[in-house]
C-alpha cells in the first residue's frame, strides 16, 4: 500500500528538482537547493545509467568485433580455395593444350636439329624421314609430363606468390609490377624443378646417343652416374635466366595486353588468345638464342663439363658469328609457342571466369 504514497513522492520530487534546475540554468544559482540529497540521488541514477550505456556500447562493440573476425575468417577460407583453383585451372589449361605438343611435336625435333646441328629445314626433314616413324616420337614422353605438371605449377605457384606478396603493406614495388615479380619467383622455381625433364629430353633426341643410350632407363642410369652439374642439372644457369625472365614477361604482360584488347571490342576468349600468342612473340624473340645455347648443352652426355661462357663461345663460333644462323629454326619455334601458349592463356582465363 505504500507504492502509490512512494510513486507521488518521486513524482513531485522529479517536479521539485526540473523547477530547481530551470531556475540554476536561468539564474545560475548553485545556493537554493535545500534538498541536496535528492539531487545527489538522481545524479548516482544518471551516472549508472551511463554506465550501464557504456556496457551496451562495449558489448555490442565487442559483436561487432567478432563478425569482423567471422568475415576474415570466410575470406580466408575463401582464399584457401582460390589458390587451389589456380593450380588445378593451371594444370586443366596444360593438359589440354598437350595436345598440341603431341601434334607439334615433331615441328619441334626439327627446330632440335637445327639448333644442335644449324641445319637447313630441308635437312632436318630429311634426316627424320630417314630414322623411320619410330625413332620420330623418341623423346616425346618428357614434354608431356612435364607440360602438365609445368601448367599446374607455373599458375598456381604465381597466383600463391602474388597473393602474398599483396598482403605486404610495406612493399617497394607498385602493385602493378607484383604479377611479374610473382612470375619470376614462379620461374625460379620451375628452372629448379624442370630442368632434369629437359636435360633427359634432349639426350633422347640427339640422334648421336641412340647407340650408345637406346633406352630411357640407360640414360637415367648414365645421368645419375654423373655429378648434377654435368649431369641432370647441366645448363641449369641459361635455363633459371630464360624462365625466370620469361615467366615474369608473361605475368606481367597477360593482363594489360588482355585488358586492352577487350577494351577494343575484343571477345574475352578472343583477347586471352591473343594476349598469349603476343605474349609468346614477345618472349621468344629475345630468349630463343638461351634456348639454342641449352640444347647445344645438354644434347650430349659427355660434354666434359663445359661451362656456360665457354658453350657459348663454341657455339658463336660454329655460327660464324652471325645471328642468322644462330636464329635458324627460330620461326618455327615462336609458331609453335604461339599456338601453344595462346590455347593455355585463353583455357586458363576462361577457366578463372567460370570456377564452376
Known amino acids: 500500500?505504500?507504492?502509490?504514497?512512494?510513486?507521488?513522492?518521486?513524482?513531485?520530487?522529479?517536479?521539485?528538482?526540473?523547477?530547481?534546475?530551470?531556475?540554476?540554468?536561468?539564474?545560475?544559482?548553485?545556493?537554493?537547493?535545500?534538498?541536496?540529497?535528492?539531487l545527489r540521488q538522481f545524479g548516482a541514477k544518471l551516472c549508472r545509467t551511463v554506465a550501464l550505456q557504456d556496457q551496451v556500447w562495449t558489448a555490442v562493440s565487442k559483436m561487432g568485433s567478432s563478425s569482423h573476425h567471422n568475415q576474415e575468417v570466410v575470406l580466408k577460407s575463401a582464399d584457401s580455395t582460390a589458390w587451389f583453383r589456380s593450380y588445378l585451372h593451371g594444370g586443366t589449361s596444360s593438359l589440354i593444350s598437350t595436345l598440341t605438343t603431341i601434334i607439334t611435336f615433331p615441328l619441334y625435333k626439327t627446330v632440335f636439329r637445327q639448333q644442335l646441328h644449324s641445319t637447313l629445314v630441308r635437312e632436318a626433314v630429311t634426316q627424320l624421314f630417314k630414322e623411320g616413324p619410330v625413332k620420330l616420337f623418341r623423346g616425346v614422353a618428357p614434354p608431356l609430363l612435364m607440360r602438365s605438371l609445368n601448367g599446374t605449377?607455373?599458375?598456381?605457384?604465381?597466383?600463391?606468390?602474388?597473393?602474398?606478396?599483396?598482403?605486404?603493406?610495406?612493399?617497394?614495388?607498385?602493385?602493378?609490377?607484383?604479377?611479374?615479380?610473382?612470375?619470376?619467383?614462379?620461374?625460379?622455381?620451375?628452372?629448379?624443378?624442370?630442368?632434369?625433364?629437359?636435360?633427359?629430353?634432349?639426350v633422347l633426341?640427339?640422334?648421336?646417343?641412340?647407340?650408345?643410350?637406346?633406352?630411357?632407363?640407360?640414360?637415367?642410369?648414365?645421368?645419375?652416374?654423373?655429378?648434377?652439374?654435368?649431369?641432370?642439372?647441366?645448363a641449369f644457369l641459361p635455363i633459371l635466366i630464360r624462365n625466370a625472365l620469361g615467366n615474369s614477361l608473361y605475368f606481367g604482360l597477360k593482363g594489360p595486353m588482355s585488358n586492352t584488347l577487350r577494351a577494343y571490342g575484343c571477345s574475352p576468349v578472343a583477347a586471352s588468345f591473343t594476349a598469349g600468342v603476343l605474349n609468346s612473340v614477345v618472349i621468344s624473340l629475345p630468349l630463343y638464342p638461351l634456348s639454342v645455347l641449352v640444347a647445344n648443352m645438354q644434347a650430349r652426355v659427355d660434354g666434359g663439363g663445359r661451362g656456360v661462357k665457354t658453350s657459348w663461345q663454341q657455339l658463336w663460333a660454329a655460327r660464324q658469328h652471325r645471328l642468322a644462323?644462330?636464329?635458324?629454326?627460330?620461326?618455327?619455334?615462336?609458331?609453335?609457342?604461339?599456338?601453344?601458349?595462346?590455347?593455355?592463356?585463353?583455357?586458363?582465363?576462361?577457366?578463372?571466369?567460370?570456377?564452376?
Open 1 to 38: 500500500m505504500y507504492i502509490p504514497k512512494v510513486r507521488a513522492y518521486i513524482g513531485q520530487e522529479r517536479v521539485h528538482i526540473t523547477e530547481k534546475l530551470r531556475l540554476e540554468e536561468a539564474f545560475n544559482v548553485t545556493e537554493i537547493f535545500p534538498k541536496a540529497g535528492v
Open 205 to 234: 633426341q640427339n640422334s648421336r646417343n641412340d647407340s650408345r643410350l637406346p633406352t630411357l632407363r640407360s640414360i637415367l642410369l648414365k645421368l645419375a652416374s654423373r655429378p648434377l652439374a654435368s649431369g641432370y642439372y647441366t
Open 153 to 202: 605449377l607455373l599458375f598456381g605457384l604465381q597466383d600463391t606468390f602474388l597473393q602474398q606478396l599483396s598482403l605486404c603493406s610495406k612493399a617497394p614495388l607498385p602493385r602493378n609490377a607484383l604479377p611479374a615479380l610473382a612470375g619470376l619467383g614462379a620461374g625460379v622455381v620451375e628452372a629448379l624443378l624442370f630442368t632434369p625433364f629437359e636435360r633427359v629430353q634432349n
Open 325 to 356: 644462323l644462330l636464329y635458324r629454326g627460330g620461326f618455327l619455334v615462336i609458331l609453335r609457342s604461339c599456338v601453344t601458349w595462346g590455347i593455355t592463356t585463353a583455357i586458363y582465363d576462361q577457366l578463372e571466369r567460370h570456377p564452376r
